[in-house]
């Protein structure tokens, strides 16, 4: 799919990093709003960026302010963990 987009040359320059293509702040932009709103996993937000491996992901996850892991990520592995615990009670009193 292919979007343009027009940008005011006065709004330009305060939207966009300094010397980074402006497609490219775009999509990096619209692809780390998604991840953030878990509409898509890291693995995808690789793949659209061209980031080649997990840990470069991670540095630029940390370089853009994005916490990986959340309270709302805790709660529900802690939810998970307490079910597992439930179904292994449950099938040694059987």
Same mark, same amino acid.
């Given at each position: 799919?292919?979007?343009? +987009?027009?940008?005011? @040359? ?13 497609? $490219?702040?775009?999509? /990096?932009?619209? #692809?780390?709003?998604?991840? *953030? =709103? ?5 693995? =995808? ?10 840990? /470069?992901? @991670?540095?630029?996850? !940390? /370089?853009? =302010? +994005?916490? !990986?892991?959340? #309270?709302? @990520? ?6 998970? &963990?307490?079910? &597992? /615990? ?5 099938? *040694? $009193?059987?």
């Amino acid at each position: 799919m292919e979007i343009t +987009v027009t940008l005011p @040359d006065d709004l330009a320059a305060p939207l966009l990093p300094p010397g980074q293509e402006p497609a $490219r702040a775009v999509l /990096e932009a619209i #692809a780390l709003e998604a991840y *953030r =709103q878990r509409r898509i996993t890291g693995y =995808q937000l690789r793949t659209l960026l061209g980031v080649p491996s997990r840990y /470069e992901l @991670d540095g630029f996850l !940390k /370089e853009h =302010q +994005v916490e !990986k892991y959340t #309270a709302e @990520d805790f709660e529900h592995d802690l939810a998970t &963990i307490r079910h &597992i /615990e439930e179904i292994r009670e449950a099938e *040694r $009193r059987a």
